[in-house]
């Protein structure tokens, strides 16, 4: 009979030091994500960890499989030392005598493909137009004038985004330079679109010169009034800068 109750007694007490055990365990890992006492009376290969930090955000020099895509306007090859070149092609976008032609340009690529089971004969159709250089009277450019711009999607490795930053031909600390150039938009007297930066040495497609007049780009110039001049000048060209990090 004494070796029954002896018997209870203890079961008692170890359920009773198991609890405590338990206990202290789950207030230690909620501070430190381990308690030693527990590892070494029973182990301590747990299958979950609780409050485990987060894994910090990416650095700037940690590749891991970050990537950014790019147009690079004005040209049809990207910058071989920061980047690799996804495709070539032609910029294309709206004309710029018709109202709501389209304000977002394209990089459209050099071989199209086309799906025979979407086309549909008959009714309206939202027009694209290739676009080309209006720089007879900017002398820098004035070799491209009137010819198609061409363009290249391009990808750089490392990096996790990239923009494009007006009046600027320098990257912030940090960033890498991807290429740089001259800030090109719409006459103000046409419909309008998104301003590009085409690369300081432009491209013309070749044996593309004639005057078709669909998407036009012409140097942009600052005017003085809302602008503030200085530190911004009067009818001076606007630079621009394509950066990623």
Known sequence: MKMMVFKGASIVVFSLCLLILN?????????????PVWNFLFGGKETHTY???LKPPMTTGES????T??????????NPDTSETVYTGYVGGGSHAHKGGGTNPLCLPETPEYDDTLTVNGGSRSPIFGAEYETNTYSPFSY??????????????GRSTTSMIPAKRTCPPGWTKEYG????GSHNGHYGHDFLCIDRNP???????????????YAVEGTCGSLPCPPYVSGKEISCVVCSR
């Open 203 to 217: 491209q013309g497609r070749s044996g593309s010169s004639a005057s078709k007049d669909g998407f036009l780009l």
């Open 144 to 157: 491209v004038h009137d010819s198609d711009t061409v363009c290249a999607l391009c990808l750089a490795r």
């Open 181 to 184: 150039g001259l800030l090109m």
């Open 51 to 53: 409050n485990s930090p």
């Open 23 to 35: 206990t202290a365990k789950g207030e230690e890992e909620n501070k430190n994500g381990g308690n």
């Open 64 to 67: 891991g499989n970050a990537s």
């Open 69 to 78: 895509a790019y147009v690079r306007w004005g040209r049809d090859v990207c």
